[in-house]
């Protein structure tokens, strides 16, 4: 059977959305993957600080030669966020999507919701989409609902509190520090929650699960069973990026991480198009603007207005000839 057509037959199986929310979806570079080639996103780094500490998490907030997630160039303002945002939103009118996904956790920095509560004044129509943890998604659940964000993603590695103990060191949650399993039970708890109401109050959830090779690998089906169950729109099995407390483990193979996929299918989609992006990245998502030189952005700048100015001719010709045939 073609790739779009299992494509379409997910989409037809999997949860239901207004007609509102398909549009931006469909517009959402990570959410379809046929939207990859034609849409691009914007991500605003404001949200440095992090409430919990991954085995493989090293954020550093000026490498500007590594593409990963924790990763940016410089941490902005909310209203540095909003100077930048407006610029590339005008030069590069393919972006649909504004997002803050790091580098830290955006829910435990204030300056996520300040940030969204100036893009949503300035742009009312862009699709607002936020990267989380999940840690304190159960109580800060209805400041995304007033804001507008409409895509959310949620990092769960693991549903089972023994296996969660060896991938995160340690969480601050109320201002206590917990590690080992406790911890992991206080984590898993908040993240199931807040994903089931996130779905129930009509967001669209893509969950990112990280493949562990040794630790979680074997545990993955187990997360997109329960994924079915919450009502998770998709799915994205990301390589582990061997750092930190994992840097001796070797990552999994292309076939590993594609066998473990079509394992987690049957339950919930799969994205297979991730390029695992910096947290200030923009423009398409194989096509990270935020590490071009000025003279290759004014490229596509210009190339993208002559492609708007194209379309609009053709929209307004077609228009005129439609109106003469009446």
Known sequence: MPEEDNHMSEIDTGPKYEEELLRKIAKHPCYDKKAQHKYGRIHLA???????????????FDCVNESRPGVTSKVLTPQEALQKTKPIL???PFI????IAGPG???????????????KKEFPEITLCMSTNGLLLPEKLQDLLRLGVSTLTVTLNSIDPEIHAKIVDHIIYHGEVYRGTKAAEIHIKNQLEGIKEAVDAGLVVKVNTVLIPGIN????????????????YIMNVMPLINQGAFADIEPPTAEERKAVQEDCEPYVMQMRHCRQCRADAFGLLSQDMSQMSA????????HSKEDMERTRVILNKNENEETCKE
Do not use: M, S, W
Request: proline fraction near 3%; aromatic fraction near 6%; include cysteine.
């Open 46 to 60: 404001v949200a440095p600080k992090c409430n919990i500490q991954c085995n493989f998490c090293i954020r550093k």
């Open 90 to 92: 005008a030069d590069y």
């Open 96 to 99: 649909e999507v504004v997002g």
């Open 105 to 119: 956790d955006p829910l435990a920095n204030d300056e996520t919701f300040e940030t969204f509560e100036l893009i």
């Open 217 to 232: 690998d074997k545990h993955v089906v187990e997360i997109a069973r329960k994924l079915n169950e919450l009502g998770v």
């Open 295 to 302: 003279e290759r952005r004014k490229l596509i700048k210009i």
